[in-house]
């Protein structure tokens, strides 16, 4: 009711259009669902067309968990390509009121899924409010040249337990400390030059040529973790990660605790 079209779901949806309830009128031509959102937005501007009203489109999704099924249709342009992990994923950005309005230009500059509701905020005039964390992307519109953030935390507390994690990404440099200890394995510092390793196959952290660009993605790694002590809610345990993610506390004196459901 809060929409005059409406395409997706509430929840998690299924990569078979024929699945989703609102796209089935789709599964013909697009059976699976990457594009048949695409031919839902064309219908929408269709139909403000037709009825000369504007409108507001918002089409938002993300990769599955699992299973992983690409759309076929696409098999011919990633052909012998090397995929990079979801962290460095694409995005894409158009105003029809920007001077660069059309222009195909590559922005290198590092962002985040943090930065979507500042960026919406700003595009609609709004103030954005001072307690997000993310900035406007709006400035890159007009000088894609420029620099947002000097690093980026990604954080999983999700899933297989040594598998947790807080990272710190700057523009060049990807820095993640692995908590987790055991008889079997110990905690580990990672970091990886993203430019001349993007498939961070070589861990740089020992390497003593190095040794000042890690002081500082562990100073970025120690500031987002400021952060999380500061901020963090007092449910589902997770507060717990100021000390797992800690760097300098032992791992035999942290302890996981399961979170609740």
């Known amino acids: 009711k809060d929409f005059d079209m409406w395409g997706g779901g509430a929840g998690q949806t299924n990569y078979r259009t024929a699945r989703n309830e609102s796209m089935v009128k789709y599964a013909r031509d697009y059976p699976h669902s990457t594009l048949s959102y695409g031919a839902f937005g064309q219908n929408v501007i269709q139909e403000a067309v037709k009825k000369g009203k504007p409108f507001n489109l918002s089409i938002s999704f993300k990769a599955p968990h699992r299973p992983v099924h690409p759309d076929p249709k696409f098999d011919l342009i990633y052909a012998d390509k090397t995929l990079t992990k979801p962290a460095r994923a694409p995005?894409?950005?158009?105003?029809?009121r920007s001077v660069n309005a059309g222009k195909i230009i590559k922005c290198n500059a590092l962002t985040g899924n943090i930065d979507f509701a500042p960026t919406i905020l700003d595009l609609?005039?709004?103030?954005?409010?001072?307690?997000?964390?993310?900035?406007?992307?709006?400035?890159?519109?007009?000088?894609?040249?420029?620099t947002i953030h000097d690093?980026?935390?990604?954080?999983?507390?999700?899933?297989?337990?040594?598998?947790?994690?807080?990272?710190?990404?700057?523009?060049e440099w990807k820095y993640t400390?692995?908590?987790?200890?055991?008889?079997?394995?110990?905690?580990?510092?990672?970091l990886y030059n993203l430019v001349t390793d993007p498939l961070e196959m070589s861990n740089v952290a020992g390497t003593p040529k190095f040794v000042n660009v890690?002081?500082?993605?562990?100073?970025?790694?120690?500031?987002?973790?400021?952060?999380?002590?500061?901020?963090?809610?007092?449910?589902?345990?997770?507060?717990?990660?100021?000390?797992?993610?800690?760097?300098?506390?032992?791992?035999?004196?942290?302890?996981?605790?399961?979170?609740?459901?």
């Open 91 to 96: 995005l894409m950005k158009y105003d029809p």
């Open 124 to 146: 609609a005039g709004i103030t954005i409010p001072e307690n997000m964390d993310g900035r406007s992307l709006v400035p890159l519109l007009e000088n894609p040249n420029q």
């Open 151 to 171: 690093q980026l935390a990604f954080i999983n507390t999700w899933g297989s337990v040594p598998t947790q994690s807080l990272t710190c990404i700057s523009e």
């Open 177 to 190: 400390y692995w908590w987790y200890g055991s008889a079997k394995m110990k905690p580990v510092e990672e």
């Open 214 to 261: 890690l002081k500082v993605m562990r100073e970025y790694y120690d500031e987002e973790l400021r952060k999380w002590e500061s901020e963090a809610v007092d449910y589902n345990n997770y507060q717990q990660y100021i000390i797992l993610f800690d760097r300098t506390i032992p791992w035999q004196k942290k302890e996981f605790r399961s979170k609740k459901r």
